[in-house]
């Protein structure tokens, strides 16, 4: 029998690249998304799609009960760590209490495995870089806060109900995949608004804060090619089949900074892009950058694509395809 799998926020830049990669695989994808923040359009062709919050748990129940999963890929999510220390509450309710009523509804169904898209953000300011998974869980904005609640919550289920899941801690997923790419609206995130400002479609680009302790005082992260996620969302969900508890970083275990990849976009598109300087952002770390030696080490997994240049130029190619993103963003375009 096929897997049949449940993709929450499979419309969304994360989510729909995996439900493809899934539906490429062979699986029965069913995609379940609001549309909040996805797009009709970016769900694969082979998925079946259901429109639907994971707050509500009767649509829930309805999407479960008419078919026999055998696990969740779990992405629908507010991801802004910027916005959640303006609005916490959002950030518990969507991230924190929906995923609870998502969790419930999975076990009255008695399915086996459930894949959680977490983030490094669950590790607040590190001790150390990169960070490893037994590192201090210390978030210090209230996203990194809700994803840990829904990491906490999934352990205690894992030890009373038996509930099989990994928690996959990434920052930054960049570039395009399978004829998918990022597109959020409003935009925030920094390789898609670098190229927005190549094309023409913004002025220039805010570097917040740039008297960080780094090597030119803009804040590190770590990008990571959203295939690779991919690959490792479905390697994890393979895994799980034998193991009953996962918790990896998925990462290139090294750091670029907000000026080295306004430069790695100005290198890959070879146009004219402006920045300024402003403010630091509340409960941005000077430094985010994870290792993945574990996931190496454990389940062979290796990044295909761990250059910056390589990832832009990925996101490149789909922004200047497909200017609009994805356009309207309304069910059924």
Request: glycine share 10%; proline share 5%; net charge negative.
């Amino acid at each position: 029998m096929r897997d049949q799998i449940l993709v929450t926020g499979g419309a969304g830049y994360i989510g729909s690249v995996i439900a493809d990669e899934l539906v490429r695989k062979g699986a029965e994808v069913v995609v379940f998304d609001n549309l909040s923040h996805g797009a009709r359009a970016a769900v694969p062709a082979g998925a079946e799609f259901v429109e639907g919050d994971v707050g509500d748990r009767e649509a829930l129940d309805w999407v479960m009960g008419e078919r026999e999963f055998s696990a969740v890929a779990h992405f629908a999510a507010s991801i802004e760590a910027g916005e959640s220390m303006r609005f916490p509450e959002r950030y518990f309710r969507n991230n924190s209490a929906n995923a609870l009523t998502l969790l419930e509804a999975a076990l009255k169904r008695r399915i086996p495995r459930f894949v959680f898209s977490s983030t490094a953000a669950v590790y607040g300011m590190p001790e150390r870089t990169p960070i490893e998974e037994t590192d201090a869980l210390a978030p210090v904005n209230a996203y990194g806060e809700s994803k840990l609640v829904t990491e906490r919550m999934l352990e205690w289920f894992h030890r009373v109900h038996g509930l099989r899941y990994a928690s996959l801690r990434y920052f930054n997923a960049a570039g395009a995949a399978g004829g998918r790419g990022e597109d959020h609206h409003p935009e925030t995130h920094l390789i898609p608004l670098a190229l927005d400002a190549a094309l023409g479609k913004c002025k220039h680009l805010a570097i917040f804060g740039s008297d960080y302790p780094t090597a030119d005082g803009t804040c590190v992260r770590d990008y990571i090619h959203v295939s690779d996620l991919a690959s490792a969302h479905l390697l994890a969900l393979d895994t799980l089949e034998k193991k009953e508890r996962l918790i990896y970083n998925l990462g290139n275990g090294r750091g670029f900074s907000v000026r080295e990849v306004i430069e790695s976009a100005r290198r890959v598109t070879g146009r004219e892009i402006l920045a300024y300087e402003t403010e630091r952002r509340p409960g941005d770390p000077p430094v985010l950058v994870a290792s993945a030696r574990k996931i190496r080490e454990e389940l062979g997994w290796e990044p295909r694509h761990p250059e910056l240049d390589d990832i832009v130029r990925s996101a490149w190619e789909w922004r200047r395809a497909r200017p609009d993103g994805y356009g309207k963003r309304q069910s059924g375009v």
